[in-house]
């Protein structure tokens, strides 16, 4: 397999944090995506803002939404488009795996009607429909985004296998088995990391877990002000998220040699992976 890391949605400008010990520019946020390219088809992570987001964003994606992430609203950076400029048929998407299910996370999954859709069963129950357990429900999750009624594949957090001191770490169904789904709740009820194996160790992508790659730095710990302020107020549930964050930050300095970590929305992450594409086994 190969990947392709792809930016499926740029949104508000952020400045690098003054702690960095490198120059590096501002940027606009991301929507960090993966498109791997299996012998038999094309799989998915995450999908960013899709066509109906860029084409009716107020009702697709809702003005609260649109305040807070000043969207820049391109149809060439939807998944769909892009997927057809790297030379593929869309309908070889077969497969999407969902980190959550967010405006953010989710917005190009009818873009791809046909293709099933694997997520954690909690998730799925706090998301369609949402029952507003908790402030951000109403803005963070949108019906557009499942109202062709997708193909849903579930995954309970309760069966799966340890992975680098993660627990519950199962295989996805009729996928690959190097790639992984691991269970990272706190974000959302039913957020996960989804992983990849290639020839030089992992790909972990970590979606929300964490923002700003500051994070996972074992020495400071360096959050991004502005990015700290989102991820306090989208939380679900603060204990395990920071627990979460907490063994992603060891897996980090224990393993930095076998898995590379990415974030959904740091710019400077995708950048560093973007070219060339990775060879995956």
Same mark, same amino acid.
């Given at each position: 397999?190969?990947?392709?890391? +792809?930016?499926?949605?740029?949104?508000?400008?952020?400045?690098?944090?003054?702690?960095?010990?490198?120059?590096?520019?501002?940027?606009?946020?991301?929507?960090?995506?993966?498109?791997?390219?299996?012998?038999?088809?094309?799989?998915?992570?995450?999908?960013?803002?899709?066509?109906?987001?860029?084409?009716?964003?107020? !009702?697709?994606?809702?003005? !609260?939404?649109?305040?807070?992430?000043?969207?820049?609203?391109?149809?060439? #950076?939807?998944?769909?488009?892009? =997927? #057809?400029?790297?030379?593929?048929?869309?309908?070889?998407?077969?497969?999407?795996?969902?980190? $959550? +299910?967010?405006?953010?996370?989710?917005?190009? %999954?009818?873009?791809?009607?046909?293709?099933?859709?694997? %997520?954690?069963?909690?998730? +799925?129950?706090?998301? %369609?429909?949402?029952?507003?357990?908790?402030?951000?429900?109403?803005?963070?999750?949108?019906?557009? @985004?499942?109202?062709?009624?997708?193909?849903? =594949?579930?995954?309970?957090?309760?069966?799966?296998?340890?992975?680098?001191?993660?627990?519950?770490?199962?295989?996805?169904?009729?996928?690959?088995?190097?790639?992984?789904?691991?269970? +990272?709740?706190?974000?959302?009820?039913?957020?996960?990391?989804?992983?990849?194996?290639?020839?030089?160790?992992?790909?972990?992508?970590?979606?929300?877990?964490?923002?700003? @790659?500051?994070?996972?730095?074992?020495?400071?710990?360096?959050? $991004?002000?502005?990015?700290? =302020?989102?991820?306090?107020?989208? #939380? %679900? #549930?603060?204990?395990?998220?920071?627990?979460?964050?907490?063994?992603?930050? !060891?897996?980090?300095?224990?393993?930095?040699?076998?898995?590379?970590?990415?974030?959904?929305?740091?710019?400077?992450?995708?950048?560093?992976?973007? !070219?060339?594409?990775?060879?995956?086994?």
């Amino acid at each position: 397999m190969r990947v392709h890391h +792809l930016n499926c949605g740029s949104m508000r400008e952020i400045a690098p944090d003054e702690s960095e010990r490198r120059p590096l520019p501002t940027k606009p946020a991301v929507c960090h995506c993966l498109l791997l390219e299996a012998e038999d088809r094309l799989i998915v992570v995450d999908t960013g803002l899709g066509l109906t987001d860029v084409r009716h964003p107020e !009702e697709s994606l809702g003005l !609260e939404f649109l305040g807070r992430a000043a969207p820049l609203l391109d149809e060439n #950076e939807t998944l769909l488009r892009q =997927v #057809e400029r790297l030379g593929f048929d869309p309908a070889d998407v077969r497969d999407i795996v969902l980190t $959550h +299910l967010d405006l953010d996370h989710s917005g190009g %999954v009818p873009d791809f009607p046909h293709a099933r859709v694997h %997520v954690h069963q909690a998730e +799925l129950d706090a998301a %369609v429909p949402y029952h507003g357990r908790h402030p951000e429900d109403r803005i963070r999750y949108r019906s557009a @985004h499942w109202a062709h009624e997708p193909h849903w =594949v579930t995954y309970a957090e309760t069966a799966g296998d340890p992975w680098f001191g993660f627990d519950a770490v199962r295989e996805l169904r009729d996928l690959p088995a190097e790639i992984l789904l691991i269970p +990272l709740a706190g974000h959302t009820a039913g957020h996960c990391a989804v992983a990849a194996q290639a020839d030089n160790g992992w790909l972990l992508h970590a979606g929300d877990a964490y923002y700003y @790659h500051g994070e996972l730095d074992a020495q400071g710990q360096r959050p $991004h002000p502005l990015m700290n =302020v989102l991820a306090n107020a989208t #939380e %679900v #549930e603060r204990p395990l998220r920071l627990g979460n964050l907490a063994r992603l930050r !060891e897996l980090h300095r224990d393993h930095a040699d076998t898995v590379s970590i990415v974030s959904a929305h740091d710019p400077w992450e995708l950048a560093e992976h973007q !070219e060339p594409a990775a060879d995956l086994v």
